[in-house]
């Protein structure tokens, strides 16, 4: 459902399910978890081909306004177009930006280094 771990001083959270909206609330409240106690280490969302939807997307979205909030910045990837596609039309414009990358490694490298600037 949800791993994490740090690269290049990246938090990286990989979702591979987020299917029904109880799920998609648990991982939120984890990802939130996880932001709040890495702050203000960079935040890298990977979604994995099973997490492709549109329950993923309402997930990453809610993930990018919280971390907005909290003043971190946020990345996220993800091998599907469409998804890439939705994501894009979706993103909050105001406040920090959302960027949407293909691969993970790009995405955090990316990341590190934008957060290192």
């Known amino acids: 459902m949800l791993s994490h771990g740090l690269e290049q001083g990246v938090l990286v959270i990989t979702v591979s399910s987020a299917s029904a909206v109880g799920e998609r609330a648990r991982i939120l409240d984890r990802i939130g978890g996880l932001v709040h106690a890495h702050k203000p280490a960079p935040v890298v969302i990977v ?47 105001t406040g920090i930006c959302l960027v949407i990358h293909a691969r993970a490694d790009t995405a955090i490298t990316t990341t590190a280094y934008a957060a290192a600037a």
Do not use: K, N, W
Not at 70 to 90: E, I, W
């Open 47 to 93: 979604l994995d081909d099973s997490a492709v939807g549109m329950e993923a997307v309402r997930l990453v979205l809610r993930a990018h306004r919280l971390c907005g909030h909290a003043g971190v910045l946020m990345s996220v990837a993800t091998h599907s177009a469409p998804a890439r596609r939705l994501l894009a039309a979706s993103a909050e414009t």
